[in-house]
């Protein structure tokens, strides 16, 4: 009579995940360990919530911020060394032929003191062509009244909201505008003083842009600021931004050697850097939550380590192995963070899509007004979801809860069946 030979389970055979699970249950006394066991799952559920909200939220409020700073500079500014930037036409049909440039603009900048009636204050006045003031969306898309028609030869200016009411002017209404440098005398060099009619008023959002920033035609800013045929600089702008350090060397070959190029990272530093530090901090800082979840697993498994002696003992006297009794433990603990991580997924990704009706809903219920946007210069609660970054977090939590498994996992399978089945 011939016996065919029995096949040895393999690793996370299906009686390794059955034991797994079933250890999970509360069964009469023992429940505590369950309920351990979901607390760890709530706690991991929303760490990875919090995280994929805060991430979320500060990316929308980056994306803002600088969608309304880029909207209004170009985000590459080159100007001559030492001449006037007379050539600037030439100039720019080069870099319009580099890869990835957009378009450039010429942009003739000066401040100024504008004044009306009803008071004064100073501004920043950019001469641009209509065509170029019509391909910067953040302010053309935004114009609350009058219009940029005709704008190249209208002979006035367009000027933001803020600006508007502290002067107390309206479309159709005149403002003065003196500049220290006019004309030369031989007394020296007189201010220059003109009026300009207000043809459009803008609002990007921006309190900081919509009260300091004016524009007026290209030719009548030449011709305001005395700079003859030339311009201050030229803006460049690219298709992606934060390629711009890699495009460096091609906008400066195209440009010439005696231009400079200074790019938006640079122009605004400490801006960027600090916005970066704090999305970094905040990362590190929320991901404790999943950390202090996640090493709540390693009490749960040791308490069910302790009440499941007795079984241990039986199925190691059975043939189980250390390592079959290993990876029960295992995929205890690892249930529970995947199962917290699936939970805080759905629940961080359904937030971070639907924050402003969230926002929305809550003000309604609470009759408050949450973020306030006299406040903080946004009208509603930005959130920018990065797939990138979700999926960072789901693999850090994950590999968390695979990390906390391995002390109670170890223990167990070093249990002596000798020792645990002496006083039973």
Not at 150 to 164: K, Q, V, Y
Not at 203 to 219: H, Q
Not at 233 to 247: G, H, S, T
Request: hydrophobic share 50%; proline share 4%.
């Amino acid at each position: 009579m011939t016996g065919k030979a029995v096949r040895e389970p393999g690793a996370f055979a299906p009686f390794e995940w059955l034991l797994a699970f079933r250890y999970l249950r509360a069964r009469r006394k023992k429940g505590s360990v369950s309920v351990i066991a979901f607390f760890c799952v709530l706690g991991i559920m929303l760490g990875v919530a919090t995280l994929i909200i805060v991430l979320s939220v500060m990316n929308g409020f980056r994306k803002e911020l600088f969608d309304k700073i880029l909207g209004l500079n170009g985000h590459v500014i080159i100007r001559p060394l030492a001449r006037p930037f007379t050539d600037f036409a030439d100039t720019a049909d080069r870099l319009n032929a580099v890869r990835g440039v957009k378009f450039s603009l010429p942009v003739v900048e000066g401040q100024v003191m504008v004044s009306s009636q009803s008071g004064n204050s100073g501004v920043i006045v950019r001469g641009l062509r209509k065509k170029d003031l019509d391909s910067l969306k953040a302010i053309s898309g935004n114009i609350r009244y009058g219009s940029l028609a005709n704008f190249d030869d209208s002979g006035g200016i367009a000027i933001g909201t803020r600006l508007a009411n502290s002067l107390n002017v309206f479309v159709g209404g005149e403002v003065t505008l003196l500049a220290p440098r006019g004309a030369t005398t031989p007394f020296g060099t007189a201010p220059r003083v003109k009026r300009y009619p207000v043809t459009a008023i803008f609002e990007m959002g921006m309190s900081e842009y919509d009260g300091t920033i004016a524009f007026m035609p290209l030719k009548e800013a030449q011709s305001f600021f005395n700079v003859g045929d030339a311009v201050h600089v030229l803006e460049v702008v690219v298709d992606n931004p934060d390629n711009v350090d890699a495009m460096r060397p091609l906008l400066q070959d195209a440009a010439g050697p005696d231009l400079i190029l200074n790019d938006w990272r640079q122009r605004n530093a400490t801006f960027y850097n600090t916005l970066k530090v704090e999305r970094n901090v905040m990362f590190v800082i929320v991901m404790l939550i999943v950390l202090v979840a996640t090493l709540n697993i390693i009490s749960g498994l040791t308490m069910l380590v302790k009440n499941k002696g007795r079984d241990i003992a039986v199925l190691r006297t059975m043939g189980a192995t250390r390592g079959a009794i290993m990876r029960v433990f295992f995929i205890s603990g690892t249930s529970i963070g995947f199962i917290g991580t699936l939970a805080g997924l759905i629940l961080g990704v359904t937030f971070s899509l639907h924050m402003e009706d969230i926002r929305q809903f809550v003000s309604m219920l609470t009759n408050t007004r949450l973020f306030d946007p006299s406040v903080y210069f946004l009208s509603s609660l930005p959130s920018q979801l990065d797939p990138l970054e979700v999926v960072v977090v789901v693999a850090v939590a994950l590999m968390l809860s695979m990390a906390a498994t391995i002390y109670p996992a170890l223990q167990a399978a070093r249990l002596d069946p000798v020792e645990a089945l002496r006083y039973e």
